[in-house]
């Protein structure tokens, strides 16, 4: 209990690496630094005039490349440098509260060996516990954190992939405090008429970091090779985001990795809007998608993409829409399929009249409207894929 107090109560400033895998990884990153200069230095004008034009042509492409690559060099070192630095901090929880937390949880059959409140770089508090259960009924970990919950007067909720029933060991359990914002999802799609599958692929996934992540894209055309594009397009969007990449260089190096990866063009539009649930912030890019719809009440904004799809320049403009969503707003997105089955020329304006004036709550619900709109709208025929998601947030009353 001693060794237990002195952890609970001292603060105290951690890295999350150890000196030597710092500093291997602070050498790499500006290892990385210096091959981006390499390419940066790489003159943009040539000094003698060309005369074959085919040369002119992939002598400015190349440099095109270069640009490109010095900025996904410097965005690998500045995620090395990042990791490199990341740190927690232990903080003092007090010894009533310790005491508390102890016997509260034992008197429900959970006996603690360890445990450690840390903060992380945005602020956020994280409790790590070494427990196990005392007696013979199964525990599932929700109990313990409704308990820590209680006497620290703070939502907990067990981390993913934290274990989800005690055992008779010892085992180490982590709890994440509950997002400011809660939010429900609804899907709906349509596929066009004499296809098998839809052009269109979409993804919805939460972190307990308090993010939620949504990706549209839109394939070029329909049926098999455009779901294959599409798939392609979120697969990749995925992988970078979750590998810690920001989303605008996520989206620069997609769109050089569609340019690069096949003779065959692959030009999907990508929606990508992530929400930060503690905050309420959310962030949009568009690439080559159809609009986005924000609705607050009646009031309804409309968000433009003002660019081409991916794979088709090797750079592309992918300045983020910041918006501070409150309690009760929804977020549309659609593929272009939705509103081009409205009225020929007045699908945004008919849309977004829709949108004002939906009355339904069940971000399912709104889905469906929105797409039996559209559907009544082009009596019947469904000439291109259609796929509607809408996100609403709520805050959480704690």
Known sequence: MRRQKQLINADKKQKLLPDYGRKRLL???????????????????????????????????????????????????????????????????????????????????????????????EGAYEYLMLARKTGKREKNVQ????????????????????????????KTFRFVEEAKFHVLTGVA?????????????????????????????????????????SRIVIELAEKLLEAGFRPEMAVQMLNSSILAGSEEQNMSSLDLCQIDLRTGIGEMIKIGGANTYIKRAHLVEQISARNLPLGIFMEIETEPVTRQLMD??????????????????????????????????NPKEMANCILNHAMKESKGRIRDDMTVMVVGLWENVF
């Open 27 to 121: 050498t790499y990153a500006d290892s990385f630094r210096e091959l981006a200069e390499v390419f940066e230095e790489m003159p943009q004008k040539e000094q003698e005039e060309e005369r074959d034009r085919q040369e002119v042509l992939w002598k400015k492409k190349l440099r095109d490349h270069c640009g490109l690559m010095a900025g996904q060099l410097q965005e690998f070192a500045n995620i090395m440098e990042e990791v490199a630095e990341e740190s927690f901090c232990y903080e003092a929880l007090g010894e009533r509260k310790t005491k508390a937390i102890i016997q509260g949880l034992m008197a429900e059959g959970i006996q603690v060996q360890e445990l450690y409140r840390i903060q992380d770089k």
């Open 143 to 170: 109990e313990a954190a409704d308990i820590l919950s209680v006497i620290l007067n703070c939502r907990l909720t067990p981390a993913d992939g934290s274990p989800l029933l005690l055992a008779d060991v010892y």
């Open 189 to 229: 799609l349509a596929v066009k008429e004499n296809e098998e599958v839809s052009g269109d692929n979409y993804s919805i996934y939460q972190t307990d970091r308090g993010k939620l992540t949504m990706l549209l894209s839109d394939g070029m055309g329909s049926g098999k090779k455009a779901n294959e594009d």
């Open 328 to 361: 009760g707003d929804y977020i549309f997105m659609i593929s272009d399929g939705i509103s081009d089955g409205f009225a020929e020329g007045n699908g945004e304006a008919a849309l977004l009249e829709v949108i004002s004036h939906m009355s339904l709550e």
